[in-house]
């Protein structure tokens, strides 16, 4: 059983600080994606890294996968209110198994104004 | 487009009551999943489908049921629900032929077996 390890799971910050939210494991993943879900209502996808050491940025956000596919990281730069959520990573093992995601644990984010 | 919906949002049910979670996309997805989300353990995978016909177990299947007649429809069913099946259920679908096939999920329901 493949497992992604989230961390922190918990993240209270000041508007403008900036975080990272990691996510790791012992196995490889075809691919690694980040989700963002807001309370009652399903997550929405990010961002899909599938390249070792790729780095995508979406505006003030930074996703990075790691050189051997087993870790990724979420970065945000001057975070601000309208970024709280619950922030998942989720890695495929590629194939048949495209609807077979791994899901970490999640990270709950509050920004504060 | 609607995407992915889900029935009912809330549900309350006693031990050892059955009931069906809808689940419709309208996509022409070939791929649908049901996963459960439970407070710090993200979400876990407890049936997935690859086409009309086709179902295999996922993580946690043990207690549900599913199939899948059509390509929009993959209902879950509850056979005698317990309190450990208290959650928000989450149904799935994806593109296995679009870019990295993200999953468009429902928006969930929230079920709680007293």
């Known amino acids: 059983t493949q497992l992604l390890e989230q961390s922190p799971q918990f993240l209270s910050i000041q508007e403008g600080e900036n975080l990272t939210v990691y996510c790791n494991s012992s196995?490889?993943?075809?691919?690694l994606q980040w989700y963002r879900q807001e309370p009652g209502e399903g997550p929405v996808l990010l961002v899909t890294?599938?390249?070792?050491?790729e780095v995508k940025k979406l505006k003030r956000l930074t996703f990075q996968f790691g050189d051997a596919r087993k870790d990724s990281s979420l970065h945000i730069t001057a975070a601000q209110p309208g970024d709280t959520g619950l922030y998942l990573c989720?890695?495929?093992?590629?194939?048949?198994?495209?609807?077979?995601?791994?899901f970490g644990q999640g990270t709950i984010l509050t920004v504060h104004p | 487009n609607a995407g992915v919906t889900q029935t009912p949002k809330f549900q309350v049910l006693k031990t050892g009551q059955s009931m069906t979670l809808q689940c419709a996309q309208d996509m022409n997805h070939e791929y649908m999943s049901w996963y459960r989300q439970d407070p710090g353990m993200g979400l876990r995978l407890i049936h997935y489908?690859?086409?009309?016909?086709?179902?295999d177990q996922g993580e946690v299947p043990n207690g549900y049921n599913v199939s899948r007649s059509t390509t929009e429809d993959f209902p879950l069913r509850l056979l005698s629900a317990a309190p450990s099946q208290t959650s928000v259920y989450f149904c799935?679908?994806?593109?296995?032929?679009?870019?990295?096939?993200?999953?468009?999920f429902g928006n969930g329901t929230r079920l709680t077996v007293t």
């Open positions: 799935a679908s994806n593109d296995p032929d679009s870019y990295n096939s993200p999953l468009h």
């Open positions: 890294v599938v390249t070792g050491g």
């Open positions: 196995s490889v993943f075809s691919s």
């Open positions: 989720a890695g495929g093992a590629g194939g048949t198994s495209y609807g077979k995601l791994t």
């Open positions: 489908s690859v086409g009309a016909g086709i179902t």
